[in-house]
Structures are given as structure tokens and as C-alpha cells.
């Protein structure tokens, strides 16, 4: 009887040892009330945009595209519904997971938002076999950077910034730069590659936040590069590629934005450009490998 608990609790230890040593910590999941208003349903992305009242001790106000976790929830819901909601955000994900009309109210446009002007972008769009455009900038070390210096170098490039409240925009891209990173390190065959994260938030991404950001990331700084410069530099540039940006004048750290990631060969043209967030570095992967490597 006493051998079979000694040997019953040495399996539980046995068995908590293996749970220590292979299961990461469970992700923390926080839950988040939000009022606001629906402006457009979009049941085929199980999706609705949502100008939301400030969430205390989370994010400013904005308007922003919200996943649902049931298709459901959109229902009989319309643009003007005033709304009450759960907003669920673990690691990888922010999802409403309940969702109660309030009320109703004429849907007043146009939000407080300032675009980063795209008029101001000289210069054609660029698409895939374009060359790209030349813009200096500065690094997380505070160096002057030109993007040209890449120049025989297939690179991978997105703009984020060290801020973003959503974990499935920027801190995703941001994981999926850290996995190709990793990739990168294993690979031969992918020596030459190279990672820019341009910011679209330079007022407080200065390089000293942006050198802080690499170390949590555990960035090799060797291979993946953060910039920041003025908005009337990135702003511009970014433009280009069909990324915007809209920023509330009387909240600057209120930012809407849209993703573009870059896949750039070494001959300076840009090889694919890649909207919103359903990549993964898999994809990205697959990208370089349909590029040629530079010749040594
Ligand atoms: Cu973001």
C-alpha cells in the first residue's frame, strides 16, 4: 500500500517534470469591455468594423475591424448598431466573444482621422518587378541607414510599430519575423537575407525604444534591422505600396493602419508585396525560395 502511493506520487512528479520541461506557460488571456458603434458587417470575414469608446488600460479609441468568435454574433447586426462587447486577446489573437446591440444612431462620418496624405507619395505605386525606391532612414542603433545598402541582399520588409495593441497586426508580424529570423539562422541557402522593420509610429518609436524592442524580440540586429525617421519620410514611402496609416490629431497614439510586407530580390526589384495579416513566414519562406540568391 505505502510502495503503491510512493510510486503513484513519483509518476505525478514524473509527469509534472514533463509538463515543466514541454509545455510553454499558457498564454495570458485578458478580457477587455468595449462600447462603441457598428460601422460595416462583414459576415464572409467573420469580421465587423467598430468605432469603439477607449478601453481602459488597453487602447485609445479608434476604428478598427474586430473577428468575431461566432459568425453568429453578426446576425441582424448593422452598420449604426451601438454595441456593448468582449474583446478576448490572448498571445495570437483579439476576438470578440460577445457582442449585444444597445442601441442605435445615425453612423457619422468621417471618423477623426488624419491620413498620412498618399498624394504626398511621388512617385509611381510600386508592384511586383518594380524597383525599389531608395529611403534613408535610422537605425536602432541610431546609424543613418539608407535602404540601398541592402543592395545584393534579397530582404524581407514590413511596417509596424512597437505599440500596437492588436496582437494579430503588428505583434504577429513581429513573430513572424522572429520565425524567419530562426529560419534564416538554419539555412545556408538563405545567408544573404536580410529583416526591416520600418516604424509607422517614429514619434515614439525613437531608436532607443526600437533598440529595446529588437532585444525583447531577441532580433540578431546583424540580420534584422529596425528604422525609424519622420513621418514625412515613411509616411511618403510607405504610400507606395498602398500602405495607410490615419492618425486621430487629438491622439496621436490613436493609429488605424493596413499592413504590407515586402519580399525584395537582391537585384533591388521588389518580388512580391503581401497585404494584411494571413500570411505566416512559411509563405514568406516560399517567397525567397522563388527568387535567385545573389551570386558571391
Ligand atoms: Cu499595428
Known sequence: MRFTELVSVSTVLALLCIGCQETKPPAEVKQYQLTGQILDVRPEKQEVLVRHDEIKGFMAAMTMPYKVKDVGLLKDRVAGDLISATLVVSDSLGVLSTLTKTGE???????????????????????????????????????????????????????????????????????????????????????DVRLVSITIDPATDTPEVLKKHAARLKANTAIWSFLTGSVDTI??????????????????????????TLVVGSDGRLATLRTGNSWTSTDILADLAAIPAPVN
Open 235 to 260: 509616411g511618403p514611402f510607405a504610400a507606395r505600396f498602398g500602405l495607410t496609416v490615419e492618425r486621430n490629431p487629438r491622439d496621436p497614439s490613436d493609429i488605424s493602419h493596413s499592413l504590407r
Open 105 to 191: 444612431a445615425p453612423v457619422n462620418l468621417p471618423t477623426p482621422v488624419a491620413p498620412d496624405n498618399p498624394a504626398k507619395a511621388p512617385g509611381e505605386a510600386m508592384v511586383a518587378g518594380s524597383y525599389m525606391p531608395d529611403v534613408t532612414l535610422t537605425d536602432q542603433a541610431g546609424r543613418t541607414r539608407a535602404l540601398s545598402s541592402l543592395g545584393g541582399h534579397r530582404f524581407v520588409l514590413s511596417f509596424v510599430y512597437t505599440t500596437c495593441p492588436m496582437p494579430e497586426y503588428c505583434p504577429r508580424i513581429d513573430r513572424e519575423f522572429v520565425a524567419l529570423q530562426q529560419a534564416i539562422a538554419r539555412a545556408p541557402a538563405l545567408a
